[in-house]
T-cell receptor
Framework: DGGITQSPKYLFRKEGQNVTLSCEQNLNHDAMYWYRQDPGQGLRLIYYSQIVNDFQKGDIAEGYSVSREKKESFPLTVTSAQKNPTAFYLC?????????????FGPGTRLTVL | DQQVKQNSPSLSVQEGRISILNCDYTNSMFDYFLWYKKYPAEGPTFLISISSIKDKNEDGRFTVFLNKSAKHLSLHIVPSQPGDSAVYFCAASNHAGNNRKLIWGLGTSLAVNP
């Protein structure tokens, strides 16, 4: 079964700790994305990557970092510099070739910082 | 500044009737539009899309209409079913330069009552 997996589903951390959220896809997609969703808000883009070893900041990259060492994996680190890290985090992927490509999403990780 | 606007935060419809969800955009460079459906604590799932060269796209009970002159699109669900109750997001993109970023609306929460 092809798809995107995010683990864990729920994550709790103490304030001041860095935490890394996992995202893996076996769809052979070149592009991967990280979004954040807060209550009553739409999806806000944190980082995206269109190719291995390259990534760009989205609209709210401050306090986050990513890496793209493998095509299948795009982990997101929420650092202690992120002022309001408690949120629902969504990972997505898409193909790059062609003009019109939808993004496919994982199930999300709910991060709660205590 | 919100480039993609879903002005109705919520909509309530009777089972069997038509649901019409609206979306307005401001950027005339957008050339591809998508609708996603999202249940709480899950990732969005792709529903239907339309490119700017078309004015209508249909897939089963779902039809998307695009009015480029008005910068407006709508999603019609006929007939509405209780399982359609979810948050619906409109998203848009401009594929110039292979830009794969999606710009998202804030969503409309649809409730289909039995």
């Amino acid at each position: 079964d092809g798809g995107i997996t995010q683990s864990p589903k729920y994550l709790f951390r103490k304030e001041g700790q860095n935490v890394t959220l996992s995202c893996e896809q076996n769809l052979n997609h070149d592009a991967m994305y990280w979004y954040r969703q807060d209550p009553g808000q739409g999806l806000r883009l944190i980082y995206y990557s269109q190719i291995v070893n390259d990534f760009q900041k989205g609209d709210i990259a401050e306090g986050y970092s990513v890496s793209r060492e493998k095509k299948e994996s795009f982990p997101l680190t929420v650092t202690s510099a992120q002022k309001n890290p408690t949120a629902f985090y969504l990972c997505a992927s898409s193909i790059v070739l062609g003009n019109y490509n939808e993004q496919f999403f994982g199930p999300g990780t709910r991060l709660t910082v205590l | 500044d919100q480039q993609v606007k879903q002005n109705s935060p919520s909509l309530s419809v009777q089972e069997g009737r038509i649901s019409i969800l609206n979306c307005d955009y401001t950027n005339s460079m957008f050339d591809y539009f998508l609708w996603y459906k999202k249940y709480p604590a899950e990732g969005p799932t792709f529903l239907i899309s339309i490119s700017s060269i078309k004015d209508k796209n249909e897939d089963g009970r779902f039809t998307v209409f695009l009015n480029k002159s008005a910068k407006h699109l709508s999603l019609h669900i006929v007939p509405s079913q209780p399982g359609d109750s979810a948050v619906y997001f409109c998203a848009a993109s401009n594929h110039a330069g292979n830009n794969r970023k999606l710009i998202w609306g804030l969503g409309t929460s649809l409730a289909v009552n039995p």
